[in-house]
């Protein structure tokens, strides 16, 4: 993800991950910097993005162990354009970075640097290096020519091959504030409405990138209006919800259940970063059809749902208003409770009972005697 603005004390285009930046900005100054790094965290949190600003903080001569995020090195790092950072990439269709691949880096490398005082290798991610491909790594990760530097990304350090993971040093990236979501999601969906921004961001959990992908879903809009009419049923009680197939709630239903174009996933977080609505958020997305059964996708259609509600409860438990648009949750914090639990068992019962809308319904009815008075 890249920065709409620079924030202060970050590497170029990072946002947040203030506690590993400035470790590393220590460690650049004293000239004591690992040769081997892993970049460690959960999807859509910005690996990539830290690793391009890291390596500007490496190769800028304007603002050594920074980078200024401004000068012709640091704009050729951000867009993916200088020979002295080094995009080790899957190229195989398993998904895989291949062994010739990681042969032709080993001999780029043997070169470098280029023209900087140091050579970046950045590899996304570090768990697709199998075995053979590791192998052509491992000496140069184990006896690293001066000025060589490695940067190994990943959601799973238990999915890195032990021999690499043993010479490298874990960075771990958390979760980003939801004001730094906010603010990546502001400038890669900035036409999207107030409240389906702020319910992505609330879903997103920190992922920048979960963020934008749920900007960018066709479907999320169908399960937020499912979710507006359940909580009108289960207020309105069983009227509203046998109402119908034409009714309110079981129109929302078929929708939510359709299938729909969605994007089929690029392979790569790398550069030059473009974050469209993608799963994970990367590369450019080609549009693909949803197959599946119809019980298949109303149990998708019932865990999204559940994902919804459950949110918006905790949300009035913590005493927010909850999802933007929606309308509030009758009952205290007690009933939240209640209602959560019933929504868990819901979530179990929809694997394994053939009738997904009849389990839907009795949910709703029990939630609906059960409500305050």
Request: aromatic share 2%; hydrophobic share 40%; proline share 9%.
């Amino acid at each position: 993800m890249t920065d709409p603005e620079p924030q202060a004390g970050a590497f170029p285009g990072v946002r947040g991950h203030q506690q590993a930046t400035a470790a590393l900005m220590r460690a650049l100054g004293r000239g004591q910097i690992h040769h081997a790094l892993v970049l460690v965290g959960p999807r859509g949190v910005g690996k990539a993005t830290f690793a391009r600003g890291l390596a500007c903080a490496m190769l800028c001569a304007q603002a050594p162990g920074r980078g200024c995020g401004e000068c012709p090195t640091c704009r050729r790092v951000l867009l993916g354009l200088h020979p002295d950072v080094d995009w080790l990439l899957p190229d195989g269709k398993a998904g895989q970075i291949s062994v010739d691949a990681a042969r032709a880096c080993h001999v780029r490398q043997s070169h470098a640097p280029y023209e900087a005082a140091r050579h970046v290798i950045v590899v996304d991610p570090a768990d697709a290096l199998g075995e053979g491909a590791g192998n052509a790594l491992l000496k140069t990760i184990e006896e690293p020519r001066p000025g060589i530097h490695f940067l190994l990304l990943t959601t799973n350090l238990q999915g890195m091959l032990p021999t690499i993971l043993s010479r490298a040093l874990p960075i771990r990236l958390g979760r980003l504030d939801d004001d730094d979501v906010l603010a990546i999601l502001g400038k890669h969906a900035p036409d999207i409405s107030p409240e389906r921004r702020h319910t992505s961001v609330l879903l997103a959990e920190g992922s920048a990138g979960v963020a934008v992908e749920l900007a960018g879903d066709p479907t999320l809009a169908r399960i937020v209006d499912l979710l507006r009419q359940a909580l009108i049923a289960v207020g309105e009680g069983p009227r509203a919800i046998f109402g119908g197939d034409q009714g309110p709630l079981w129109t929302a239903w078929t929708a939510a259940t359709a299938v729909v174009e969605t994007p089929e996933p690029a392979e790569s977080d790398a550069p030059p970063d473009p974050v469209p609505a993608a799963k994970p958020a990367k590369g450019a997305a080609k549009s693909k059809k949803t197959s599946g059964d119809g019980p298949a996708l109303q149990r998708g259609a019932v865990r999204r749902l559940t994902e919804l509600w459950t949110l918006h409860l905790r949300e009035q438990i913590r005493g927010r208003p909850g999802l933007p648009g929606l309308p509030g949750a009758r009952g205290g914090p007690d009933e939240h409770v209640r209602t959560i639990g019933a929504l868990q068992q819901l979530d179990a019962r929809v694997e394994r009972m053939g009738n997904v809308r009849l389990t839907l319904e009795q949910t709703l009815l029990d939630l609906s005697r059960a409500r305050p008075g």
